[in-house]
């Protein structure tokens, strides 16, 4: 039955859709558009998308971003996992602090206060500092997201597994960590996404040489949105929209809401 | 994992192995062809970083970053540099070039003698405006009137945009009004208040942002901002072909200048290096390349020859010895006068 109310609720998720999606598609839009303006349709070009894979500056911002990314979620998720297993495993007070601490205070503390520390341990800012910084803000998202998937996993699946004889590194490879999993993966494609996009705690602790996509895109629209930054834009929505549909495919239901 | 953490550590170590200068910067604000040319003076490499405000690379280099041999600071952020003990002393020797810098330019009261910085490139706060609609409209936009003045402003309402930055407006209302741009006393400050309250009504926005665009889109007719912006914002309008031009000179009343100047740290990994950067930029072809490329003023009197013809006339990129003399430097503001200015620009804002 149609009533008034779901026409009004259509509505409204219209709304809210095209609220959310409308930009982003302008951007994709205008990435094509042969004018330096982001104002009016002029006609269709490859033309930013040449100019971009042709700078040598954002190649490398590119690279840098897409290895930090990967390093990151890497580490951040095997660490993030670990962390997560104890907090649900023991009733830790202070471990749960301190790995949540991290998503908590404002970024730019976190930037400085990251900074200050390096410079302290006299190591060279540059690519290393970036990755362990990531590491340090990832943590504590994968941990959160690997406690909830645990908090609704059965128990008793994983004590029916030691009463049949299983070790507990066995029980935890073959019952454990395939339920999990999905939330892993949750975990490691957050860690990814946080990595590529963070700007403030990147900022300060980038050194010389080491400078990733938002650092870059952020200097370049000082001076005006240029269709080159649509175009990295878009392809950075692409890799997104790939990720998730890739975790769609690997562990469909850590896109659910359960 | 490990082997790639240990990939990306060799991948740092063996970056430094070779010849790199490292150069922080404004984004887009030192052609290509320069770059390329001095990497096959020096036979080094040249890397990038940038900034997106001055601000930011205070806070940074304040924490203690370390990696960078030359940066462009704004005149106004040397004195808290040389203060933390950033800089090191320009060694002259080995700057020969020094000596194309037009002296208007030099000893500027940021750095008495130029002990640590060499200017590099200066923009003006002006007026900018569509050439064919002041000229319909008879206006005169070599004045502030343009964008004070009742009179003039009720010709072109909700035409105009000025810049959300409240040193730069007063200080263009103070020069309206016969004031140093740096004044800082407290009746010049209520006239020049006064002035901005009865010309707000006129003003579609405040705007530091978008105004090249609207500009050259037509939406907007006058705009307060940098000349670099309105140099850009007139080649769009060119490129969009539009039937009029994006014109800008300076205000007979005086105008705003802001010097951008290189300088070395005190951490630089290679000094030589630094010196020879500096040197080459100060070689007149070289800083006529920047002001060829994104319209900023050049304080390189050697740069004259080389600076595209069109450019050379342009008042906002070469100042005549008696503009210079109205062209002013914004001091820094001290804490109770920075309150006051924020107290008076929030009476401003919310003005009805």
Known sequence: MHSKQSKWLWAAALFVYAFLYLPLIIVVVYSFNDSKLNAEWVGFTFKWYEILFNDAQMLTAARNTLLIGLVTSICATVLGTLAGLAMHKYKLRLLPLLVLTPIAIPEILMGVSLLIFFVMLNMTLGLVSVTLAHIAFCIGFVAIVVRSRLQGMDESLVEAARDLGATPVQAFRLVTMPLIMPGIIAGALMAFTLSIDDFVITFFTAGAGASTLPLQIYSMIRIAVTPEVNAISTLLMILTLCLILLASKLAPSALRAE | ?352
């Open chain 2, 1 to 352: 994992m490990k082997k790639i953490l240990l990939a990306l550590m060799l991948a740092a170590g063996t970056a430094s192995a070779e010849d790199v200068l490292h150069l922080y910067n404004w984004n887009n604000y030192i052609a290509p062809e320069t770059v390329k040319n001095f990497e096959k003076s020096c036979k080094c490499r040249v890397v990038q970083d940038y900034y997106g405000a001055m601000e930011e690379m205070l806070a940074k280099l304040a924490a203690g970053a370390k990696g960078y041999d030359v940066v462009i600071p704004t005149g106004f952020a040397i004195p808290p540099m040389v203060k933390q003990n950033l800089l090191q002393p320009l060694d002259k020797a080995k700057l020969p070039n020094a000596k194309n810098e037009n002296p208007a330019f030099m000893n500027a009261a940021f750095d008495q003698g130029n002990k640590y910085s060499l200017p590099y490139a200066f923009s003006t706060t002006l007026v900018g405006y569509n050439d064919k609609k002041i000229k319909e409209l008879g206006i005169d936009p070599t004045s502030w009137a343009i964008i004070f003045d009742p009179a003039v402003l009720a010709k072109i309402k909700g035409k105009v945009t000025v810049l959300d930055d409240s040193r730069e407006v007063f200080a263009a209302a103070l020069m309206y009004n016969g004031f140093s741009a740096n004044s800082t006393n407290p009746d010049e400050w209520k006239k020049a208040q006064e002035t901005i309250i009865k010309a707000k009504p006129f003003w579609a926005a405040f705007n530091g942002q978008s105004y090249i665009k609207e500009l050259t889109l037509g939406n907007i007719w006058v705009a307060h901002g940098y000349s670099s912006d309105m140099f850009q914002a007139n080649i769009d309008a060119k490129a969009a072909k539009r039937a009029f031009g994006v014109a800008y000179g300076l205000q007979k009343e005086g105008n705003t200048l802001s010097v951008d100047n290189m300088v070395v740290l005190k951490t630089a990994p290679r000094p030589d290096l630094a010196a020879k950067f500096i040197d080459f930029m100060l070689d007149g072809k070289n800083a006529a390349e920047l002001t060829n490329m994104i319209g900023t003023g050049t304080p390189n009197a050697a740069a004259a020859q080389f600076v595209k013809p069109e450019m050379k006339q342009n008042s906002a990129v070469f100042p005549s010895a008696e503009q210079m003399k109205k062209l002013q430097q914004l001091t820094a503001l001290e804490g109770k006068q920075l309150r006051d200015l924020g107290r008076l620009w929030t009476q401003v804002k919310t003005a009805k």
